[in-house]
């Protein structure tokens, strides 16, 4: 179940951040048509997948905390348990996810011209 949830999350974060940085391309691009070298870029995309990783980790970990103790106070029978470590380690498998799924579409855009852009 924790592999299946994990691939799932991945996507998710994979889809979430590629959209979001392919959507703002024009803005990239007017960015790079006033003189933004690729490196800017990468910083603003990068910015972009940490600020939502962090929103969406923060708001991942109160739900799953939230409702943990929403089940065990109607089930008390079941117990469950979250240990510091695991909780460490998705969070940096999340932040590792969102690097890669923001850096793909970084290339692409730090590569393309600037009047490629406008012409879409």
């Known amino acids: ?3 299946i949830a994990f691939l799932v ?9 590629y959209s979001a940085t392919v959507e703002r391309q024009r803005e990239y ?6 003189g933004a070298r690729g490196a800017m870029l990468y910083r ?11 929103a969406g980790s923060l708001i991942g970990v109160a739900v799953a905390l939230g409702s943990s103790e929403l089940i065990m ?9 979250y240990a510091p ?9 999340g932040g590792v996810m969102a690097l ?3 850096f793909l579409p970084a290339r692409v855009i730090a590569a393309t011209a600037p009047a490629e852009v406008f012409r879409r």
């Open 73 to 81: 106070e109607a089930r008390p029978q079941f117990l469950i348990a």
């Open 29 to 34: 691009g007017v960015l790079k048509a006033i």
């Open 9 to 17: 999350g991945a996507l998710v974060v994979g889809i979430v951040l």
């Open 100 to 102: 890669l799924a923001t």
């Open 44 to 54: 603003v995309t990068l910015a972009q997948a940490f600020l939502v990783t962090v």
């Open 1 to 3: 179940m924790a592999a």
């Open 85 to 93: 470590e695991t909780v460490a380690a998705a969070l940096a498998a």
